[in-house]
């Protein structure tokens, strides 16, 4: 047991003509929806950008998310603090903050007395800087963690803006406390406590409802400085730090949630070795390294295919991502972000166009290497995978004019999940023209990847305006030339340009599925090509335009039938079809079987073959059967050798 010296006390000031506060505090429920991922979001991105500089660039930060117990004589004034939240719970005894207020109440009466031990998520950082700055009064990374609200100290290149990310800890403290411990490069230490509760009453006046256990006999109630002064399994002995969240009432699988959410959102920065995540308690323990990364995702998608895929408020798209940077047939480009005229420093981007991609999905990101968004608004019709990092590499300077990394941070919303020009209304016209040109550099990177099937296009109606994408910096116009995909209950209008048809190469790959062959290019600054070998043979093809399709579904045999009228004369003709879903994605179909006027059609490289002179104004029908037994909606396209 460790005997606290009494100058150190939980200090909880006068209200004064503060307004009085209850207990649904707005920078805890920012987080309460998603208590892991903004768990696991705010602690890595503040550990992320906290690394040891003067360590190897190869040394990884560490931190490892640890259940203890801890005996209550340990924790720091447990009598004060169990007495205020009974005043707490007393002052405010109606309604909802009543209730909640009770809850907290019997958790102090159950972890706060004596004889017993407290259950502490303890989250340990290592190769980090500490919280340096402990003796400021403001504008120091412990000053903006601990002691200032609606404050952030960090620096353009790094991943926090908004100083809200402190209060993610504090939806997993049942007594609503956390303490922090921390040793510096600087060779400072500093021990402290906070408590985020209601407005109570004592001694006849209102009190705040924020305490901090802090030295009583310093004028701006300073933390403990000197490592002797706390007890033992609160010390930090080598640089870094520690966060105590007291009262932690786990959940089953709180460690696969938490793992869940460090990978959903920092698998890059473990991908590229700058990360290493560990989580455990008496009975298990996951370790996420760069070594076994794609063992730990394989094995997370599964989980969550199980446990979690009908959660509508989290969606886990890593895997896709994983097999994107695992192909052997990606492309890689760094080359330099500009806008109007000027390098901002480097992007990179890792792309994936074709078949083996069921959507068209990015991932992007800032130098910092956390997940912010996904891009999925793209009006075009072929499929393809993306990662995009504004890295701002070789830029002039880390001031947000100058580099594309720091200006998108000044884009981010406080949650840390989108971009957007509101969010920087100093400069909100060019940060709507520089969000716009970083969706733009993806298409026209996509566009540069696809055949080209010759000079008729198919405009959807309708499809248009559910994906606006509209600035002076981005040409809606150019990329809904693109967009073809062909959904059974809209009108569907051929646009002719008069020019002659270009016939595309398509390879014919013998494992199921066609998959457009890529024109080489020449190789730019910058950019890479991995060797694709896959396929077995080349043929010339070109689209042939159909009209009236109609995909009626016959739910006794759970098949098809596929009626359209060629627009001309062609021999030997080719039939896909794709499968469509609710946000205008498509995904090829698995055909199993193929029938046309009681005959089997052979089908080959996941397309059906027809044999034969076919005129125009003839009508085919084809019966379908599909991998799937459900209706879909579907996107029939036909070719023809040339």
Known sequence: MFQWDDKYQWIFSDLGSSDKVGVNESGIGIFKRQPYKGLAKEILQNVTDAKNLNLPDEVPVKVKFELINVDVEDIPGYKRLREVIHKCADYYSDGDDGEKMRNIQLAADKYLCADTSVPVLKISDYNTTGLRGVKRETGSNWTGLVRERSATNKSNESSGAFGVGKFAPYNFTSIRTVLYSTKTIDGEYAFQGKSILTTFKEDGKNKQNIGLFANTESENFDAVFDMEDVATVFRRSEIGTDIFVLGFEEQRDWIEQSALSVIEYFFYSIYKGELEVKICDKNKDIEINQKNLGEMIKYFEQYYKNNLENDVSFRFTTPSYWRLLQSDNHIFTKAPFEYNGKSMGDYELYLQVGDDNLEKRVLEMRQAGMKIREDTAFKIAINFTAIFIATGEGAVSNNPEDNISSFLRKCENQAHDDWAADEYKEEKKKAKGIINRVHQIILEAVKKEMPDFGDESVD?????????????????????????????????????????????????????????????????????????????????????????????FDTVAGEYQISFILNENVEDLIVGIKIGSDDDNLSKANISIAMMNGKDLPIKNGMIEIKGKHIEGEKNVLRVGLGNQKRSTLEVRAYAKR
């Open 460 to 552: 959807a109606f309708g499809l248009s305006e559910f994906l606006p994408n509209e600035d002076v910096d981005d040409d809606p116009k150019e990329e809904q030339a693109f967009a073809d995909f062909r959904p059974l209950t809209f009108e569907i209008q051929s646009i002719k340009t008069g020019k002659k048809r270009v016939n595309a190469d398509i390879s014919m790959k013998t494992n199921g599925g066609g998959k457009h062959q890529q024109k080489k290019k020449k190789t730019k600054k910058y950019h890479k090509r991995s060797n694709n070998q896959k396929g077995t043979g080349i043929g010339k093809v070109s689209e042939v335009m159909i009209s009236d399709i109609k995909t009626p």
